[in-house]
């Protein structure tokens, strides 16, 4: 376990709004700043996904899209050994559609079965996802699974008004 890295993926989703755009950029750079200059977690294993990357482009690696995140969730798989620790923190808004939760971003959204499909490809790492926003209770059920932990803002889908978890998590981290 001394030996074992930790891999992190920040997401912001899109904001809808310059409010939570800035809100959203400013609680993911919080935790992306913490993870390198506290935690000690290398720069090169803290991958941070963005709305926009003109806004940061020193942290900002690429657009928040589902095909990002999915793409960079595999390159993490082959990047990790078996003891090594994953950490997704997903800032933004959620919804529920049709009784399937999602996690808003450019072009299609990010769904629980896309995370757990993704997810199999860390069969022996710990993998913790973070889900700040609104609606993120409905991803526990679908994601619960031995060594995982899921952390969210709300307790169910059906609660869809935006939270202030995110701005919590980045001051505590």
Excluded: C, K
């Amino acid at each position: 376990a001394a030996q074992a890295r930790t891999h992190v993926l920040i997401v912001a989703g899109i904001g809808g709004t310059a409010e939570y755009r800035e809100s959203f950029h400013a609680e993911a750079s919080e935790i992306y700043t913490a993870l390198i200059e506290q935690h000690g977690i290398s720069e090169e294993d803290v991958i941070y996904l963005g709305e926009r990357v003109e806004t940061a482009p020193d942290m900002i690696s690429d657009r928040a899209t589902r095909a990002t995140v999915l793409q960079v969730l595999a390159e993490m798989s082959q990047r990790a050994a078996p003891e090594d620790r994953v950490l997704v923190v997903m800032i933004g808004h959620g919804t529920e559609t049709n009784g399937e939760p999602a996690f808003n971003v450019s072009g299609p959204d990010l769904t629980p079965t896309d995370f757990s499909m993704a997810a199999v490809a860390f069969p022996t790492q710990t993998l913790a996802l973070v889900h700040t926003g609104s609606a993120s209770g409905g991803w526990v059920e679908p994601l619960a699974a031995p060594n995982r932990v899921i952390i969210t803002a709300t307790r169910s889908a059906r609660e869809q008004n935006a939270t202030e978890f995110g701005q919590f998590f980045a001051e505590a981290m």
